[in-house]
Nanobody, 124 residues
Framework: QVQLVESGGGSVNSGGSLKLSCKAT????????LGWTRQVPGKEREGVAA???????YYKPSAQGRFTISIDSAKNELYLQMDSLKPEDTAMYHC??????????????????WGQGTQVTVSA
């Protein structure tokens, strides 16, 4: 069973950086789609970035050029390096997995397993 546990959230000033980590266990090392989503109270959850088992990365426009997703399969850890943070990046960030992903398929639009989340707060 896939389990996801995030860490690394916190509070920073605008323009600062944070690196989120997600301990991911139980996923198939040969076929996976893992990513990060974020949610602000009262708004829908939105995808931020994703990575699949072919090494392809996907970024939503809000993250493109500022965020970097990576994975260390040896450590079973997923990361999200966030630079040039803005107040509008303030949200609860969740590590996520698409358990229906098949090798070569689309990744980053559908998730069906999430971690408990880690809060990111960016002050102006």
């Amino acid at each position: 069973q896939v389990q996801l546990v995030e860490s690394g959230g916190g509070s920073v000033n605008s323009g600062g950086s944070l690196k989120l980590s997600c301990k991911a266990t139980g996923y198939n090392l040969d076929t996976y789609c893992l990513g990060w989503t974020r949610q602000v109270p009262g708004k829908e959850r939105e995808g931020v970035a994703a990575i699949d088992s072919l090494g392809r990365t996907y970024y939503k426009p809000s993250a493109q050029g500022r965020f970097t997703i990576s994975i260390d399969s040896a450590k079973n850890e997923l990361y999200l390096q966030m630079d040039s943070l803005k107040p509008e990046d303030t949200a609860m960030y969740h590590c996520a997995a698409d358990l229906t992903y098949y090798r070569g398929g689309l990744c980053g639009d559908i998730y069906n397993r999430w971690g408990q989340g880690t809060q990111v707060t960016v002050s102006a």
